[in-house]
Every structure is written in structure tokens, then in C-alpha cells.
């Protein structure tokens, strides 16, 4: 591949990643059909795991 189609390459790849959606809607979904059917139990110490994580606790 020469240096053109590298860099065409590299800006096709920077617009699917700036058009790609933050929210993954299929999860959204997912979790929204679960807490409906009052079925939706999140495992707490994950939760609890990734609140204290090191990026959380050090401005603690």
C-alpha cells in the first residue's frame, strides 16, 4: 500500500469511528427490557469494583 491509500485508509477509518454511536442501543435495550420485567440484577460488586476503580479513587 503506498502512502495515499495509507492515509485515504486512516480517514476512512477517523469518520466510521466519529460516526460510530457512544451508546450501544442494543444494550440500552437490553437492560431497559430486564428493569421492566423486574428481572434486571447487576452483580453489585462489579459495580461497586468499577466505581472505586484507580481512575475514581485517586481523585478520592
Same mark, same amino acid.
Given at each position: 500500500?503506498?502512502?495515499? @491509500? !495509507?492515509?485515504?485508509?486512516?480517514?476512512?477509518?477517523?469518520? *466510521? &469511528? *466519529?460516526?460510530? +454511536?457512544?451508546? $450501544?442501543?442494543?444494550?440500552? $435495550? =437490553?437492560? =431497559? !427490557?430486564?428493569? =421492566?420485567? @423486574?428481572?434486571?440484577? +447487576? %452483580?453489585?460488586? &462489579? &459495580?461497586?469494583? $468499577?466505581?472505586?476503580? +484507580?481512575?475514581?479513587? %485517586?481523585?478520592?
Amino acid at each position: 500500500m503506498d502512502i495515499s @491509500g !495509507t492515509v485515504k485508509l486512516m480517514q476512512d477509518i477517523q469518520k *466510521a &469511528v *466519529a460516526e460510530a +454511536p457512544d451508546v $450501544r442501543m442494543d444494550k440500552v $435495550r =437490553e437492560v =431497559e !427490557t430486564k428493569i =421492566e420485567k @423486574g428481572i434486571y440484577k +447487576p %452483580d453489585l460488586t &462489579v &459495580v461497586a469494583d $468499577r466505581l472505586l476503580s +484507580p481512575s475514581i479513587s %485517586d481523585r478520592i
